[in-house]
């Protein structure tokens, strides 16, 4: 019994390593799209990959990253609380992490596309909340190491903020952002 155990994780080893891998990094530039631009003016994005060869043109694996939004220092939002105070609270800049599952279909020998599925943990500013994540993104290949990247992405995080004048559905909110980068292929 102990002898079929060693040979069968012996032969899902080889197996498991014997599958192409691929280590990805990426920049990106952003802008903030929908109910997001209204509170960030830019962002910034790291991204992370591990991707696995399931088949010629399918790879899943994992990403992570950092998604950095940069505050857009004309807004301020004024909530009104009872019947003559006014609150005001200005916006700070926001940065998540998220972790997600990825899948990517290579359409053409230049040309891919997928998405990314997972959760975004909110880390600045300290009281930030955590959501759903997802992205699609498309690459096409300058280089062997080289990708271009265009993406959408979305996180929809529980809006914990005061009501607004102009939020008065205060049950969550949807960050939505347009990129544009460079992936290298390491």
Same mark, same amino acid.
Request: net charge negative; no cysteine; aromatic share 12%.
């Given at each position: 019994?102990?002898?079929?155990?060693?040979?069968?994780? $012996? =032969?899902?080893? #080889?197996?498991?390593?014997?599958? $192409? &891998?691929?280590?990805? !990094?990426?920049?990106?530039?952003?802008?903030?799209? @929908?109910?997001?631009?209204?509170?960030?003016?830019?962002?910034? =994005?790291?991204?992370?990959?591990?991707?696995?060869?399931?088949?010629?043109?399918?790879? !899943?694996?994992?990403?992570?990253?950092?998604?950095? +939004? *940069?505050?857009?220092?004309? /807004?301020?939002?004024? +909530?009104?609380? @009872?019947? /003559?105070?006014?609150? #005001?609270?200005?916006?700070?800049? $926001? %940065?998540?992490?998220? #972790?997600? $599952?990825?899948?990517?279909?290579?359409?053409?020998?230049?040309?891919?596309?997928?998405?990314? #599925? %997972?959760?975004?943990? @909110? !880390? &600045?500013?300290?009281? +930030?909340?955590?959501?759903?994540?997802?992205?699609?993104?498309? &690459?096409? &290949? =300058?280089?062997?190491?080289?990708?271009?990247t265009a993406s959408f992405r979305s996180l929809t995080l529980d809006d914990n903020r005061d009501p607004t004048l102009f939020d008065v559905n205060?049950? +969550?909110?949807?960050?939505?952002? !347009?990129?544009?980068? *460079?992936? =290298?292929?390491?």
């Amino acid at each position: 019994m102990m002898k079929k155990l060693i040979i069968t994780l $012996a =032969i899902a080893l #080889v197996a498991f390593t014997t599958n $192409a &891998q691929e280590f990805n !990094l990426g920049l990106s530039v952003a802008t903030p799209a @929908g109910e997001a631009s209204d509170l960030f003016s830019s962002a910034f =994005i790291l991204d992370a990959e591990y991707l696995y060869n399931i088949s010629e043109k399918i790879k !899943l694996g994992a990403t992570t990253g950092y998604l950095f +939004s *940069v505050s857009n220092n004309d /807004n301020i939002n004024a +909530s009104i609380v @009872g019947d /003559n105070t006014v609150m #005001v609270s200005s916006i700070s800049n $926001a %940065g998540f992490l998220p #972790v997600a $599952a990825s899948g990517r279909f290579m359409a053409t020998k230049k040309f891919s596309f997928g998405g990314d #599925v %997972g959760y975004a943990f @909110g !880390l &600045q500013p300290s009281n +930030s909340e955590n959501g759903f994540y997802f992205a699609l993104k498309t &690459q096409y &290949q =300058i280089k062997d190491y080289l990708h271009l990247t265009a993406s959408f992405r979305s996180l929809t995080l529980d809006d914990n903020r005061d009501p607004t004048l102009f939020d008065v559905n205060n049950d +969550s909110l949807i960050l939505n952002y !347009l990129s544009l980068g *460079v992936l =290298i292929k390491l």
